[in-house]
């Protein structure tokens, strides 16, 4: 007798529902199944022919599943979802190329526009039976895991003023409580001013200032709140009133106690962010909010903020040729699913596209079709990086031209839209130096203003501000007139110390006399990420991140041929560890290197344009190419909080500048 497809599934389910008997018990899976399970009704919805076609709707809206927010069409038949697709009108689900806005409704039916698995499945979370679509209330001990239903009108009044656990007669503070406890940052200042002892302050306020005089203590205050520490004595003497409403008044730095209220926030899109920030910092008077990406993936932001001062650089992954892609798997935890990786998936299957993966894991359906696999210990994916790195300065296999460019006009000229400043000068002897681990600024030196920093003109072997030369140094190994400079980087707390003797007290640069008199050493941006990489060959990177080093070295040797055309993306694999920010930032150097950035096939801002953008760590970018479809990032980042009465923050986690549409 013969199978069909259905019969198969049917029995295969059945297949399953046995294990799940044998496997859990009877009297656990009867009350699974007692409970309010029961088949989910739009399944059965979809007409099975076009009689009722009148009953018939469809409805474009957009996809929360994740914050890519693709444009859906959902078939509603009778009232009742039945369907949900991608909207081919949109940009997300079209591979970049939507239907003309004036295409005929009926023309589009022809066109379906692409979705992910999970967006797919949307219309179980408005149907799912255990939905919760009612306030619920505590009604036993906590963790007892019962609950009653209450009314809107309960819920507000109780969270707003306190309530009672009816069944274990405990008493619940209401958010009002902690609204009364704010205290502003000024109130605070100026209790400190007035009550805490003169020669305390004077103490503390030389110890930042090395001994220069502070002129206005109150604005000196204000900015230095932070750093100040109270000893018990002197916090004592503050105001009965302050004491009690800071968190710790010896550390008036951490805040009122309105900061106890942490508003954890979901899909923080149009109105509900607003709403939020509106209720928290003006409300209430707290600091504290935790996103959504401050949980699964803020690392990654703060690494691209490292590299490129704003997160969101990704693939341009229709032009792309090569790609390292780290750390995430396709249809599970790679995103935007739809708008970035379905085109990934459809151009490898294609074979079009190189791509090497790094993941710990071996995942049939997306190891398949790459070009190599490699897989690191878990949070040691930054050795990689680092082999890789290192292997691309031993081959020079960098992009020298890019990296040379001091400065936008010079870059613009060279047909980049970004430049960065690995041939900028920093400052890294002696430790005691004000400007030690700095950018060195022309002001320092004369030639310039404060907002310029000083490079090695190429031409004339002079130093100039970095706005004044066409091309500069950017590795003082390459410089036949530096010397041996001390290199105090590696010194205290900041070395492992059981590989402080790896790092050399020494390195390539100059030893330049400034305006004040003052003598210090300086070398490139670029040179101190070359001498951080030579602290391991590239066989001891590999020991640390468990691969063999051919990988590394073979797939540092195609992105060096690839260039431009070749990105390295990652996701959440290495960066949720303790080191995952600097695994980031190491990762982004390669893309660096390469000069793949604002380019064709190279990496591109995924959201947001036209910003201009400040120092990063390792890459100045001016300009932005790319796709732009955030209208979102400007009203983020220029929003006016000056109605907010919250004017002090103690915040858990700073939110990135664009909290924008990717998760
Ligand atoms: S990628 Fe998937 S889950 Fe995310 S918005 Fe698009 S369809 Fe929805």
Known sequence: MSTTRRDFLRNAALAGTGVGFLAFGSSALKDIIKGPFKPIPYANAAPLNMQDAEKMKVVHSLCLGCNARCGIRARVYDGMVYKVEGNPYCMSNSFWEPLPMDTPLEE????????CLKGQSIAHYTYDPYRITVPLKRAGKR????????????????????????????????????????ISKEEVVDAVLKHVSREFLEKWANAITKGKPVEDWKKFLEENIYKLWLPKEEAEKLPEDVKKRLIDPEMPALGPKSNFCLVVGGRVTEGRGEFLERFLYGTIGSANFLGHADVCQWPKWAGQIFAFDRPHVGPDIKSAQYVVAWGAQIAESFNPAVPVWSIFHYRRGEGDLK???????????????????????????????CGILRRMFETKGFDRRFLENP???????????????????????????????KLLRASDLGIGSENEYVVLDKATNTLKAHTQSESAYILMDEYQGAVEIPNELYQGEDIDPKRADKYSKTTKGLQVKLKDGS??????ALQLLKDFVFVETVEGWAKIAGVNPKDIIATADELSFYGKKACVVSYRGPVMHTNGSITQWLIDSINMLLGNIGHKGGMIWQVGTGEKIRVGMTLVVEESLGVSNCTEHKRTTKKPLSTIKQKWRVKIHTQPKCPGSSS
């Open 519 to 524: 003598t210090v050493y300086v070398t490139t």
């Open 108 to 115: 589009s039916f022809k066109h379906s526009g692409k979705m």
């Open 355 to 385: 791509v090497v993966w790094i993941d710990p894991r071996a995942h049939n359906g997306v190891v398949a079709f790459s070009h190599r696999h490699i897989m690191p210990k878990p949070g040691e994916d930054g050795a990689i990086a």
């Open 143 to 182: 963790g007892e895991g019962k609950f009653k239903p209450i009314s809107w009108e309960q819920l507000i009044n109780e969270v707003v003023n306190g309530g009672i656990i009816e069944e274990t007669g405990e008493k619940l503070p209401g958010l009002k409580m902690y609204a009364d406890l704010y």
């Open 407 to 437: 400065n936008l006009e010079a870059a613009k000229k060279d047909g980049e839209v970004v430049f960065s400043n690995a041939s900028h000068l920093v400052v890294v002897a002696p430790q005691n130096h004000p400007s030690y681990r």
